[in-house]
């Protein structure tokens, strides 16, 4: 099994930015492809970024690309999330998962999930 564990959320003004980290513990990160979703008030856990064992691809949801950068430190065991130029519909707990198959969008294909790290973006 692998522990995950968010971190980086806060409150932000919009056209801000942050950083989001995802500490894995338990297993090496290196075995997993890994996501990052979303979940605002009201509404489904959603698609942000993904990325490949290697990093050699990454994923976006229409949403966030050209502002969202997902990346990856195997040695690290940690995935993060640069989010710049941020906007209020962004504010949602953003989760960090963990895939033993293949790249997906789906949050059923995960198989770990972290607790999660609120991101409030303010107008």
């Known amino acids: 099994q692998v522990q995950l564990v968010e971190s980086g959320g806060g409150l932000v003004q919009a056209g801000g930015s942050l950083r989001l980290s995802c500490a894995a513990s338990?297993?090496?990160?290196?075995?997993?492809?890994m996501g990052w979703f979303r979940q605002a008030p009201g509404k489904e856990r959603e698609f942000v970024a993904g990325?490949?064992?290697?990093?050699?691809?990454?994923d976006y949801a229409d949403s966030v690309k050209g502002r969202f950068t997902i990346s990856r430190d195997n040695a690290l065991n940690t995935v993060y999330l640069q989010m710049n130029s941020l906007k209020p519909e962004d504010t949602a707990v953003y989760y960090c998962?963990?895939?033993?198959?293949?790249?997906?969008?789906?949050?059923?294909?995960?198989?770990?999930w972290g607790q999660g790290t609120q991101v409030t973006v303010s107008s």
């Open positions: 998962a963990a895939e033993a198959g293949w790249r997906s969008t789906s949050v059923y294909e995960y198989d770990y």
């Open positions: 990325i490949s064992r290697s990093a050699a691809s990454t």
């Open positions: 338990g297993r090496t990160l290196g075995l997993y492809y």
